[in-house]
């Protein structure tokens, strides 16, 4: 039964034996350069997404087995400390005080936009109209509103003199509000976040493992993902040197890396006519982003006393400005349709080609 457990942790496995692997050889990638850089890089992130499928997987095995809304909270928690992880490992060896920003901001172009863009067409094209508890996407995106203009907007009209006032306050407010709408959303107006869907076996975990067994590996492939994060940075510095590559890739590369599980579970809940999971990742997984992702690195910078850049550029934000609009009128009535799902798919390929020409 055991080796039922483990057979299918290969992901694990092979990022284990990548950490001494990447160590050993990451000095003379970096020397060398070509394709051993390119080579060595490649693995690493190829452990790394391996390690968050692992950690999805998991968490979305306690969440079947506890059910909404806790099932959305644990997966959006478990995508938030990879991507806080990676986060914290690669600020600190790059020291650009805007990654933590364009990761938030594509994070949240990949959840709403990518996410609900592709997930409406999907489900629109072979269910027609897919309903969902219409509160739920109000209250997300009310939270949003004033999540992401006390985070991103705001700290625009901050002077330096007060930033340390202001993050203080920041995070302070940001926890309250996580907390209130934790409480809200699992208590209180726990049925704001539930739809009635056909219930589905939980196939995947056929040899029903404990929980713990689930908690376990999931704290331990966050951790793996935490030292491999270290050697991905490197490796990126090293690759990115010397190029005119866009400055937005390494940030939006850990909100992929964070967000690509979700991606999955969320378009096979649409392709199965269960909208209300598709909507609480979307929309659960961008406000836990701004909610979680925010106050800890702004932790972080008040710890090491060297500021961040939060608030956005006037490009980020005429697109944060749109996709809010798009979302409200889009998620207005409680059901979605695959005309509605283009306009966001849209509003994902403006950000994938103005991240790519550089203005992201």
């Not at 968050?52 to 400390?81: D, K, Q, W």
């Not at 935490?226 to 937005?248: C, F, H, Q, R, Y």
Request: aromatic content about 8%; charged content about 10%; hydrophobic content about 60%.
């Amino acid at each position: 039964m055991k080796l039922n457990y483990l057979k299918p942790e290969w992901p694990v496995l092979f990022a284990l034996g990548m950490i001494p692997a990447g160590f050993a050889l990451e000095h003379a990638a970096v020397d060398s350069g070509g394709l051993l850089l390119g080579g060595l890089f490649s693995l690493i992130l190829l452990a790394v997404f391996g390690l968050a499928f692992r950690i999805a997987h998991h968490a979305e095995v306690l969440a079947m087995r506890l059910g909404e809304p806790y099932g959305t909270l644990i997966l959006t928690v478990a995508a938030v400390s990879v991507e806080v992880v990676i986060l914290v490992v690669l600020m600190s060896g790059s020291h650009s005080p805007t990654l933590a920003r364009d990761t938030v901001f594509a994070a949240l172009m990949i959840d709403i936009n990518g996410i609900l863009g592709v997930a409406a067409i999907i489900g629109g094209l072979q269910h027609g109209v897919q309903k969902y508890n219409l509160n739920s996407a109000s209250a997300y995106i009310a939270m949003l509103l004033v999540a992401v203009g006390v985070g991103m907007f705001i700290p625009d009209f901050v002077p330096d003199a007060q930033w340390v006032v202001y993050s203080a306050f920041s995070i302070g407010i940001m926890a309250i509000l996580y907390l209130a709408f934790l409480r809200l959303q699992t208590v209180e107006h726990r049925t704001f976040f539930e739809y009635s869907h056909a219930t589905e076996d939980e196939a995947h975990d056929a040899h029903g493992s404990p929980n713990w067994y689930h908690v376990a590996l999931m704290i331990g492939a966050v951790i793996c993902v935490g030292v491999l994060s270290e050697i991905l940075s490197v490796l990126l510095d090293a690759l990115l040197a010397g190029t005119s590559a866009p400055k937005a890739i390494p940030a939006v590369l850990v909100a992929l890396i964070s967000a690509s599980p979700e991606v999955l579970t969320a378009l096979n809940a649409a392709r199965e006519n269960r909208l209300q999971t598709t909507v609480n990742i979307a929309l659960g997984a961008s406000l836990a982003t701004v909610l979680l992702t925010l106050p800890v690195i702004e932790a972080i910078a008040l710890f090491t006393g060297e500021r961040i850049v939060m608030a956005i550029t006037p490009a980020q934000a005429g697109m944060l400005l749109v996709t809010l609009l798009a979302a409200m009128n889009n998620l207005h009535d409680g059901e979605t349709n695959a005309i509605e799902g283009m306009s966001h798919l849209a509003l994902f390929l403006a950000f994938v080609a103005l991240t790519l020409l550089g203005i992201f």
